[in-house]
């Protein structure tokens, strides 16, 4: 198995939640699509994530991606996303922060005010505008793959808690959504961990009660992150979420494919229109704008084409050491 001594990476955060970019790994992985290149490199590299994600590197919160080399002309990245646990199709707080390493480090031509990457990841091309000024990137706004509904208004039987109605969409990741108002639930810091506990069961809950399958990407056939809704503290936001995924992990932005999900149930519902904007609050008081830029279809059904806008910042440029007699070498996890 191989083992590099040294691995580089440049870290960001996304309104409090990370993205560890590795940046000296640029290989090229086999596979005609970065989905088979993400397979490939999760049989045959996983402790390269294993290594960065968990401790002592890691915690188990931590996020990350590495990238590679595209699979389209005209692309300049393709994208593997990772946590803890696994690995993503799609992560928009990871776009979001990826596309600042790449454009503040000069991994693309920079235009200002106005940069232009094009980013592969598993689960589609997502093309990322940099508003640059003086070299600093000041925000991203990304045009995400097409989201969409699977269920609306839902029933869904979750044990130990009882019946709860559920929203469930595709926005790059697959979403279950609920009502933190319905189960009494008060969205403050003090409650994360029955948070995590209450959205793993009902995430749980719902795989196990319904079958979700896109149409296009094969791999995309469970749901993957529950999210509970609240009302907003920022009276610019419209509501407040967490996302909670993995093993347990929760999102302290605000959720980039969550919201692109989210903009699909509000079109269903005819709460939104095109050319529409939602604000939607995370749990460090960080917000995205998710817009709605046209219809479309996926498959079968009716679909949305989001575009979502934050912003990240870089947090340090690391150096991380490999020594092949460390029996901890390749991360833990309590």
Known sequence: MFTPRRIDTIDTHTDGEPTRVITNWIKDIPGATTAEK???FKENYDHIRTTLMKEPRGHKDMYGCLLTKPSHEGSDYGIIFMDNMSYMSMCGHGTIGVATVIAE??????????TRIVLEPPAGIVVANVRMRNGRAESVSFINVPAFVEE?????EVPGI????????FGGNYFVFYSAKNLGIKVVPENIDLIIKTSMR???AANNRFTVSHATLMNNNHINIATILADPRNKKADYLNIHVFSNGQYDRSSGGTATCARLAVLHARGQLKVEEEIWVEGPTGGIFKGKILDETTVGNRKAIIPEITGTAYITGIHQFVINPGDVLKNGFLF
């Open 38 to 40: 993400m397979f490939f």
């Open 162 to 169: 009882g019946k709860i109605k559920v929203d469930i969409a």
């Open 152 to 156: 609306l208004d839902a029933s869904l």
């Open 105 to 114: 480090q000069g991994l693309v031509a920079i235009e200002e005010p106005l």
């Open 202 to 204: 009902i995430m749980e």
